[in-house]
């Protein structure tokens, strides 16, 4: 086959390679949405006639068409090293895995550049019918790094030196230097999740303990506190329960006991306001706040200052259901 007719074959399969690779982009989407493994992004592309041509005369490579199989590639940036193992047993279970290649763990102190963990595969015996038929035998490549990774390839990409080895003597050290320091940066970003992970664990067995008045307030206490307290009531972003600990330490809290107890005396005064003032732009009769929302009407009826925030008719609301308020006994 000729150069002109293997770019006429391969002009005419790129289609069937864009609708491969949207197919794995739904698939890796999917996958890693039911297992709750959270990820920075996922990119695809479908190598350009130039890029096959580049790669096969780098590579000596006599029939690309045939022999390059990444010729459509995904990329899958995830946050931690800890999930690069969860990321592959997810593709080996959703794909039929041709090759695998990890970059990560064969590194040496000589290269640098291109760590990630590589496969090569096709789509599984599962994808049948008229949708796959055309694109089921063709090859794909998936990546999966770090961030940290991925910003070390990128800058490494466009300085041009694929290897230490190819540094001038005296860039070395430096580059060295920042080599180690996005290692460092990767493995401190784990050692920091494990250690979130294990607090969070920590956290929900001390709001279990009941014992609320020795629990400060973080965003993470207060996060758990809200979802036990209203167990059947929506959660929210994390955004929302930072603002929420903004404006509760404001108002002086300084553990959760305190905050319960204050929830807790006003609960029958949001309710019956609930019932007459649903959240939302177009309320409607039976619609219920969110966790964070609930906490934040609940202690407008017990601190002024929080209230006065408010437009005047909705002050109103408050003070027709101020009276069900509990006072702590004196």
Known sequence: MDQREMMDKYKAQIPLLEQLLEEVKYILEKCLLKKEIEIQRIEGRVKTIDSLLEKASRCEIANPLEEIQDQCGL??????????????????????????????EQLDEHSFGYMAFHFIC????????????AIKQLPFEIQVRTIAMDTWATVSHHIQYKK??????????DFDALSALFYIADTH??????????????????????DLKSIELNVDTLREFLRRKYPDRKTV?????????????????????????????????????????????????????NDV??????????????LNK??????????????????PEK
């Open 310 to 327: 408010l437009s005047k008719n909705l002050i109103v609301g408050y003070e027709k259901f101020k009276h069900l308020v509990a006072y």
């Open 75 to 104: 990329r899958i940036v995830c946050l931690f090293l800890g999930q690069i193992d969860s990321i592959a047993a997810l593709i080996r279970k959703n794909f039929t895995v041709l090759s695998e290649d990890n970059k990560i």
């Open 122 to 133: 096709k789509l599984p015996a599962n994808c049948s019918g008229p949708r796959y038929d």
């Open 189 to 210: 970003f784990e050692q920091f999740y494990r250690k979130a992970a294990d607090t969070k664990l920590q956290i929900t067995a001390s709001v279990e303990s009941k």
């Open 164 to 173: 230490t080895l190819d540094v001038p003597k005296w860039l070395r050290k």
């Open 293 to 306: 929302g609930t906490a934040r009407c609940t202690l407008r009826f017990v601190h002024e200052d929080f």
């Open 237 to 289: 972003d994390a955004q929302a329960y930072s603002n929420l600990l903004t404006d509760v330490l404001a108002l002086e809290y300084k553990n959760l006991g305190q905050l319960d107890l204050d929830l807790s005396r006003a609960e029958a005064a949001f309710l019956e306001y609930e019932k007459e003032y649903p959240p939302g732009k177009e309320p409607k009769k039976g619609d219920h706040y």
